[in-house]
């Protein structure tokens, strides 16, 4: 369940996620834990892989990292695809025909009917392309928002597109041209990532990447170019569809709130991990500072730094981090700690832009010495600076295990609403006094969860033929992911059916304020 909770959870309150995963049989639930545990690993390969550059390999690290990671990162995907759409245990034909009964005198036609019964079963392709179109409607309008698929010769015009082509473009992208020729042909493309992952906008630039630049999707000679708004990566684009179809599974409604949540999550995690490997790259740079005045081994590194000059500290990754982080404690103190680290980077490369500049390189033999003087003389003075070592040590320090506990569950709201309780005035009709009874947070959310399982459509009617929205009697309602819920029969369902609660006269507003103290929004209720 941990899995399914930080692959799926986010946005979603922790006891409605686990209440709907184990309502699923045990095949659906070993399914969306496999698939869970994939892009554990696709995220692993992502961000916790570190491949080391080598002045002897250079066009292999290009290849690993712009070629082969993306798109295995994109396969790993595909195949989370492949076990949502296809069956829990694939059989192969020869192994499913073992089990069909009187097939011995079939003709030629009962052969082709008996092999469409096996594809319709098994068959990866057909499952996976109805996976795209029955998508929930909310991933529908997110993708027809943020990505098109169109003729080559044609301009990006996402209004003209419809939905269905759309998705059937993304099944034919995704399935044959990038799934298939690597599984098939080995074929691996240039794979662009998104340098800062975050919401898409509708002012946003379009990127079309290079894979996805005159791509043959039907059998004919005509290209199509694949494009996304900016802030997105193909690999992102397969997790919202992924997620969709687990919420589908799990028949929890996808709302815009949920994937805007998720985009989120997602843009943090990117952030932190970035801004990690920032901390550690700049922490390596400057400790290779401290050791190249007084190593003999480092005489090479002497040299690039007579002839070519410092290189500067990066900042750009803390800098977007900043503004990444939750208004709590923990991350409170981080904002602080980054604040102050990009003060320190920012200080450390002015020195050395100003050192740069005053001296600039010398490739005259004769002037190396003089030049490897100045250098020391500056290297002194500077690693013996409190921010220089403060940039050093920053890896080591104890504030980093909250940044670790902070990139362990990245998501922007809380999986769960913080529990809260109130006590609440009631009349026991069974034994004719007043009383105090106590409500919990998670007792309401429960009964939200009861009353979607009785009122699919909403439609209580509390008399008569009308519906609660459309009775002029209520006024108000809870507003939660995107429903509306009666307040006072909710509130009532909590304390019991023996129990009125203490309302009317100066605390009319009684049941909404209860509420509200819980934690829930309430409006004025909409229109029926």
């Known amino acids: 369940m941990k899995y399914i909770q930080w692959a799926f959870g986010c946005g979603i309150d922790d006891r409605e996620l686990k209440t709907k995963y184990e309502s699923l049989s045990e095949e659906d639930r070993l399914r969306l834990e496999r698939v869970a545990r994939r892009i554990n690993l696709i995220l692993t390969l992502r961000y916790r892989v570190s491949i080391h550059t080598s002045p002897f390999e250079r066009y292999s690290h290009f290849d690993l990292v712009y070629f082969e990671l993306p798109s295995t990162q994109i396969y790993l995907l595909c195949t989370c695809l492949d076990i949502l759409a296809g069956q829990p245990d694939h059989k192969n034909f020869k192994a499913w025909i073992e089990e069909q009964p009187d097939i011995n005198y079939l003709g030629k036609d009962g052969i082709k009917q008996l092999y469409s019964q096996y594809e319709g079963e098994y068959a990866v392709g057909?499952?996976?392309r109805n996976l795209f179109r029955d998508l929930p409607q909310g991933a529908k309008d997110w993708l027809a928002r943020n990505v098109v698929i169109r003729r080559a010769n044609q301009p990006l015009a996402p209004e003209r597109q419809k939905v269905k082509k759309l998705l059937d473009r993304l099944y034919l992208y995704f399935y044959n041209h990038r799934r298939n020729s690597f599984t098939h042909s080995g074929v691996s493309h240039i794979t662009p990532i998104s340098d800062d992952i975050r919401e898409p906008t509708d002012e946003g630039w379009w990127v079309t990447p290079a894979?996805?630049?005159?791509?043959?999707?039907?059998?004919?000679?005509?290209?199509?170019?694949?494009?996304?708004?900016?802030?997105?990566?193909?690999?992102?684009?397969?997790?919202?569809?992924?997620?969709?179809?687990?919420?589908?599974?799990?028949?929890?409604?996808?709302?815009?709130?949920?994937?805007?949540?998720?985009?989120?999550?997602y843009s943090r995690l990117h952030a932190l991990y970035n801004f990690l490997g920032e901390i550690n790259r700049n922490s390596a740079l400057a400790n290779l500072w401290t050791r190249i005045v007084d190593d003999p081994r480092m005489s090479d590194q002497r040299l690039d730094l007579i002839h070519s000059g410092f290189s500067l500290l990066s900042s750009e990754a803390s800098t977007i981090m900043v503004e990444r982080y939750r208004d709590n404690r923990r991350e409170t103190a981080l904002r602080q700690m980054t604040s102050r680290y990009v003060k320190e980077v920012d200080h450390i490369n002015s020195l050395v832009s100003d050192f740069n500049e005053s001296n600039p390189p010398v490739r005259n033999a004769d002037e190396q010495n003089k030049q490897w003087q100045v250098v020391k003389e500056f290297l002194d003075k500077l690693v013996d600076t409190p921010i220089f070592k403060s940039v050093v040590n920053l890896p080591s320090e104890k504030i980093?295990?909250?940044?670790?506990?902070?990139?362990?569950?990245?998501?922007?709201?809380?999986?769960?609403?913080?529990?809260?309780?109130?006590?609440?005035?009631?009349?026991?009709?069974?034994?004719?006094k007043w009383e105090l009874a106590e409500v919990a947070s998670d007792q309401i959310l429960a009964a939200l969860a009861w009353y979607d399982s009785q009122y699919p459509k909403k439609d209580y009617k509390p008399r008569g033929r009308k519906t609660w929205l459309e009775d002029g009697r209520y006024k108000y309602a809870i507003k939660y992911r995107g429903h509306?819920?009666?307040?006072?029969?909710?509130?009532?369902?909590?304390?019991?059916?023996?129990?009125?609660?203490?309302?009317g006269g100066k605390a009319k507003d009684y049941t909404n304020a209860v509420l509200k103290e819980l934690g829930f929004v309430i409006i004025q209720k909409p229109s029926g």
Request: charged content about 30%; aromatic content about 12%; some cysteine.
């Open 400 to 432: 980093m295990a909250d940044l670790w506990l902070v990139i362990s569950d990245p998501c922007y709201t809380p999986n769960t609403m913080e529990r809260k309780m109130v006590q609440v005035r009631v009349w026991d009709r069974t034994q004719e």
């Open 211 to 265: 894979s996805g630049t005159h791509v043959d999707l039907y059998k004919d000679d005509k290209k199509w170019n694949f494009s996304y708004r900016e802030g997105l990566d193909e690999i992102t684009i397969l997790r919202i569809i992924i997620y969709a179809d687990v919420l589908k599974k799990l028949k929890i409604e996808l709302t815009s709130e949920l994937i805007d949540t998720n985009v989120r999550s």
């Open 126 to 128: 057909r499952n996976l």
């Open 484 to 503: 509306f819920y009666p307040p006072k029969y909710i509130l009532r369902r909590v304390i019991g059916a023996a129990r009125d609660f203490y309302g």
